[in-house]
């Protein structure tokens, strides 16, 4: 039987490109409080209809923003910014205590997006300061979550430390009645030499009950060192503002790993793995999966492809969303 054509030409485009194989993470991408988020928007544009108003971007990604604006989702930076009479949703990062007390000040309607395991943090803040404790915050200067970790409280009750210098330095009044949290989406690692240097410091401070780093952050950086150790390069797939998604790419690099963050596939530099014989793929956790197929999908334009999905701890966690949304 003669040989079609077209096959021809396939099969001597896919001998004409270099073969790579690529090593995808896992677990990767969307964890439950993301997915919890993104579902509390997408069920109150289902039942309050369009435009249900945002503040902040519900999730570190464009991606998903952009997806849910083409639905009727309006993002805003403060509440001024909303009309009155319609919905509002909270970012999954948490919110300063002032801003529902604002949207309640003004009758708006609010659901709280805050992943459940931010909330814990705050939490976790109250009752060490009822407990008359001064609380050192690891966490970034400037992100939502650190800002809205430290809006639980009175000004002057969280100092935040952001690096091992900091924390060297760090003064506090009474070391007796001293606590520490964390963000949740912070370098396992780095946050670990941090509290070293805190506990050497001032060995009757407290902590959390159990970590505040979040299972997500936990599993999707020892997912990445995992790959690592067998590639020659590492792609992260997340937003430059996505506090996880940068932590990964540094995870990936502090074992002596090319790494780089793109949030699409078109974002990538294909000379950069010219040579590679392994790449290595996750993704943060605001990043869908879809995204994650688009760049295995750039890399089959420029190499002859061969996928290996990494083995993983499994995560099964759902969190329970707004009751006003079960209605």
């Given at each position: 039987m003669p040989q079609d054509k077209n096959q021809d030409g396939r099969d001597a485009a896919a001998k004409s490109?270099?073969?790579?194989?690529?090593?995808?993470?896992?677990?990767?991408?969307?964890c439950a409080g993301v997915d919890r988020a993104i579902q509390i928007v997408e069920m109150a544009l289902e039942k309050y209809g369009a435009p249900v108003y945002v503040r902040h971007e519900i999730v570190h990604n464009r991606y998903v923003v952009e997806s849910?604006?083409?639905?009727g989702a309006v993002f805003v930076d403060e509440l001024d910014e909303i009309p009155d009479n319609v919905p509002v949703v909270f970012s999954a990062h948490g919110v300063p205590k002032s801003v529902p007390e604002a949207a309640s000040e003004r009758g708006l309607f609010y659901l709280d997006a805050t992943c459940p395991?931010?909330?814990?943090?705050?939490?976790?803040?109250?009752?060490?300061?009822a407990a008359?404790?001064?609380?050192?915050?690891?966490?970034h200067a400037g992100h939502p979550e650190v800002i809205g970790t430290m809006g639980q409280l009175p000004q002057g009750a969280i100092t935040l430390v952001e690096t091992v210098e900091d924390a060297e330095r760090v003064a506090v009044v009474d070391p007796l009645h001293l606590a520490y949290t964390t963000q949740t989406t912070l370098s396992v690692d780095d946050t670990a030499e941090i509290v070293a240097v805190l506990r050497r410091r001032f060995p009757e401070m407290a902590g959390p009950k159990k970590e505040d780093i979040c299972y997500a952050t936990t599993n999707r950086q020892a997912a990445v060192k995992e790959i690592a150790t067998e590639c020659d390069a590492v792609v992260i797939i997340g937003a430059p503002n996505s506090s996880n998604s940068l932590r990964l790419v540094e995870v990936a690099r502090k074992m002596g790993v090319d790494?780089?963050?793109?949030?699409?596939a078109a974002d990538l530099d294909w000379e950069r793995f010219e040579g590679c014989r392994t790449v290595g793929i996750s993704a943060g956790a605001s990043a869908p999966e879809i995204l994650v197929k688009e760049v295995i999908e750039g890399f089959r334009t420029h190499f002859d492809v061969t996928v290996a999905e990494a083995d993983g701890t499994p995560e099964n966690i759902r969190f329970k969303l707004p009751s006003a949304l079960a209605s």
């Open positions: 490109r270099p073969p790579l194989t690529l090593r995808v993470a896992n677990p990767r991408g969307f849910l604006e083409a639905r395991l931010v909330s814990k943090v705050h939490r976790e803040a109250e009752r060490h300061h008359g404790r001064h609380i050192i915050l690891i966490g790494a780089v963050l793109v949030q699409r």
